[in-house]
């Protein structure tokens, strides 16, 4: 690994309260994700098989991940695809409505939605509310929520179902959470944090049991997007697990030395420290992390993956 130009590394890390923490991007991903488009899926592929294979390398691909591991999803034996976290939130809000609440920091998406939408605190969780709450949760450090047991006790308590956004579990590291808790409803996973496929939507929803609603329909009726199904299959046979951990380890390290970080449990953010050590805010990593491994030197505000 060539020794980095200091001031360009920190120039590409931006410290700002406020800085967006954009999921990461790959060159050699996105090359190889370009190479599908001149490939087609077989005509003759049959729906079912195709549909089934998916599920069953997905769930093996969730289970193979050797950093961070979720127990306890065999549970969940309903399991439908879906196009990514976000169509199970927007499925969850056209169901419930007024009914959904989050903790505060919770994916910002839940907010552009409804901007007026209840957030809570584990005393003010009530009786007929549906919480919807990242796992890992990027506010904490893409770890688990700290309060997450009292959480789940007080939902079980008062009757409140819990459906869990998995859509960072890929890119972390160092977690552990059992599932199977009798208030949690619902968890899914996605490909597009997992590879930087934000054009795809590709995700897997594990159900405790199966529920009527938009995602279980497109499933039945077979309207599921076959293509995108096809490159998730193509990604995670390619490129398997771990791969941003695998990847940008060594830059990750030698980056948090350069510029004075601790790390995070997320490979797309590290911590900023203060003079005396004490941790201030997270802060993104993906363009440092880039520049590090191909020598790119990307705009800050540049969201997409960057040309060769």
Same mark, same amino acid.
């Given at each position: 690994?060539?020794?980095?130009?200091?001031t360009?590394?920190?120039?590409?890390?931006?410290?700002?309260?406020?800085? /967006?923490?954009?999921?990461?991007?790959?060159?050699?991903? *996105?090359?190889? +994700?370009?190479?599908?488009?001149n490939?087609?899926?077989?005509?003759?592929?049959?729906?079912?098989?195709?549909?089934?294979?998916?599920?069953?390398?997905? +769930?093996?691909?969730? *289970? !193979?991940?050797?950093?961070?591991?979720?127990?306890?999803?065999?549970?969940?034996?309903?399991?439908?695809?879906?196009?990514?976290?976000?169509?199970?939130?927007?499925?969850?809000?056209?169901?419930?409505?007024?009914?959904?609440?989050?903790?505060?920091?919770?994916?910002?998406?839940?907010?552009?939605?409804f901007?007026?939408?209840?957030?809570?605190?584990?005393?003010?969780?009530?009786?007929?509310?549906?919480?919807?709450?990242?796992?890992?949760?990027?506010?904490?450090?893409? !770890?688990?929520?700290?309060?997450?047991?009292? &959480?789940?006790?007080?939902?079980?308590?008062?009757?409140?179902?819990?459906?869990?956004?998995?859509?960072?579990?890929?890119?972390?590291?160092?977690?552990?959470?059992?599932?199977? +808790?009798?208030?949690?409803?619902?968890?899914?996973?996605?490909?597009?944090?997992?590879?930087?496929?934000?054009?795809h /939507? &590709?995700?897997?929803?594990?159900?405790?049991k199966?529920?009527?609603?938009?995602i279980l329909?497109?499933?039945?009726?077979?309207?599921?997007?076959?293509?995108?199904?096809? &490159?998730?299959?193509?990604?995670?046979?390619?490129?398997?697990?771990?791969f941003?951990?695998?990847?940008?380890?060594? +830059?990750?390290?030698?980056?948090?030395?350069?510029?004075?970080?601790?790390?995070?449990?997320? &490979?797309?953010?590290?911590?900023?420290l203060?003079?005396?050590?004490?941790?201030?805010?997270?802060?993104?990593?993906?363009?440092a992390?880039?520049?590090?491994?191909?020598?790119?030197?990307?705009?800050?505000?540049?969201?997409?993956?960057?040309?060769?």
């Open positions: 690994m060539p020794t980095p130009d200091i360009i590394l920190n120039s590409l890390i931006d410290r700002e309260p406020g800085s /967006r923490k954009r999921p990461m991007f790959d060159i050699e991903a *996105h090359q190889f +994700h370009n190479s599908l488009h490939a087609n899926v077989a005509d003759t592929e049959d729906y079912d098989s195709i549909t089934d294979t998916f599920k069953e390398k997905m +769930h093996n691909w969730v *289970h !193979n991940h050797k950093l961070i591991s979720f127990t306890g999803l065999d549970a969940f034996p309903d399991r439908d695809i879906c196009l990514g976290v976000t169509h199970q939130i927007d499925e969850l809000h056209m169901m419930y409505n007024k009914k959904i609440v989050i903790f505060d920091g919770d994916y910002p998406y839940h907010r552009r939605l901007p007026a939408i209840n957030k809570r605190t584990v005393d003010t969780l009530t009786s007929g509310d549906v919480l919807v709450i990242a796992t890992p949760f990027t506010f904490y450090d893409n !770890n688990v929520h700290p309060d997450m047991p009292a &959480i789940l006790e007080r939902c079980l308590q008062l009757n409140i179902p819990v459906h869990i956004d998995a859509a960072w579990y890929p890119c972390c590291r160092d977690i552990n959470f059992n599932v199977n +808790h009798p208030a949690i409803k619902t968890v899914t996973f996605s490909l597009s944090k997992a590879f930087g496929l934000n054009v /939507r &590709i995700g897997l929803r594990y159900s405790r199966r529920e009527n609603g938009p329909l497109m499933n039945d009726f077979k309207y599921v997007n076959i293509a995108d199904v096809w &490159i998730g299959l193509e990604f995670m046979q390619h490129f398997g697990t771990d941003w951990w695998r990847k940008y380890e060594k +830059h990750y390290n030698a980056i948090l030395q350069h510029c004075n970080l601790a790390p995070s449990k997320a &490979i797309h953010t590290a911590q900023s203060d003079n005396n050590g004490n941790i201030i805010r997270p802060v993104p990593m993906r363009h992390l880039l520049y590090m491994e191909y020598g790119v030197i990307p705009s800050l505000d540049q969201p997409l993956p960057y040309p060769l």
